[in-house]
């Protein structure tokens, strides 16, 4: 399957940015799917995963309560929703897909990866 991310920009601290990824080439559906980014002189870090049927999602402790993933097979796209955005959450954001049911949290895991898409929060 083939990723296109898209969504990323500036924004103001406390803002709100909606990432989505396009996958084609295969079955969307049978694929589970994360969002992961990561900054200079970092290693990639996992945000938000979402089973293949959306029955379980996973946000790593910094997101939660404000990035909401979410899918539509019928659209073959996976979205992340973040509202109040911080300076710390700039990074290069990367859907990434897997076939199984369910997702992981290994980077490792995931065969298929998404250009990135950069996020910037600064005022």
């Known amino acids: 399957v083939q990723l296109q991310a898209s969504g990323g920009g500036l924004v103001q601290p406390w803002g709100s940015l909606r990432l989505s990824c396009l996958a084609s080439g295969s079955t969307f559906s049978l694929y589970a799917m994360a969002w992961f980014r990561q900054t200079p002189g970092k290693e990639r870090e996992i945000v938000a995963a979402i089973d293949k049927g959306s029955d379980r999602l996973y946000y790593a402790d910094f997101v939660k309560g404000r990035f909401t993933v979410s899918r539509d097979n019928a659209k073959n796209t996976v979205f992340l929703q973040m509202n109040s955005l911080k300076p710390e959450d700039t990074a290069v954001y990367y859907c990434?897909?897997?076939?199984?049911?369910?997702?992981?949290?290994?980077?490792?895991?995931?065969?298929?990866w998404g250009q990135g898409t950069l996020v910037t929060v600064s005022s």
């Open positions: 990434a897909a897997r076939q199984a049911t369910f997702y992981t949290l290994r980077e490792s895991d995931y065969d298929n």
